[in-house]
């Protein structure tokens, strides 16, 4: 299911759900009229906190600010790195590679070569 979908239902049900019990002090017309007014983007952070819960871990590249969660993001943070090196080249940005490039670690790659598709499969014959 699309997160952005299971946010409006989310959204959907807390509405009704406050609207059919609302709290002491304020009307059903006042909680509509704030899910109206505030719903998209209540929806729209409600998607991001989901999809932040079912990323998982995230990782740090030691001595960057580079943050990766999965071995896709750890391929664009390599880039990243790569792109420094060509437009400024620095035993500072050496260092960062080297230490990206620790950061990864074997059982890390086996674990995401398991349970993430970064290769298409091969066709079958």
């Not at 059903?28 to 932040?52: H, K, M, T, V, W």
Request: cysteine-free.
């Amino acid at each position: 299911m699309d997160l952005y979908r299971a946010a409006e239902q989310g959204i959907v049900a807390l509405r009704a759900l406050l609207v059919a019990n609302p709290p002491p002090g304020i009307s059903p017309e006042s909680i509509a009229s704030f899910f109206a007014r505030y719903g998209l983007a209540l929806r729209d952070e409600l998607a991001q906190l989901l999809e932040a819960a079912l990323a998982g871990p995230t990782r740090r590249t030691p001595g960057t600010r580079l943050v990766w969660s999965s071995l896709r993001e750890w391929l664009d943070s390599l880039r990243v790195l790569d792109r420094r090196g060509i437009s400024r080249p620095s035993a500072a940005v050496y260092s960062a590679r080297a230490a990206h490039w620790a950061a990864l670690g074997r059982e890390y790659i086996a674990t995401a070569l398991a349970t993430e598709r970064i290769v298409s499969p091969p066709p079958v014959v």
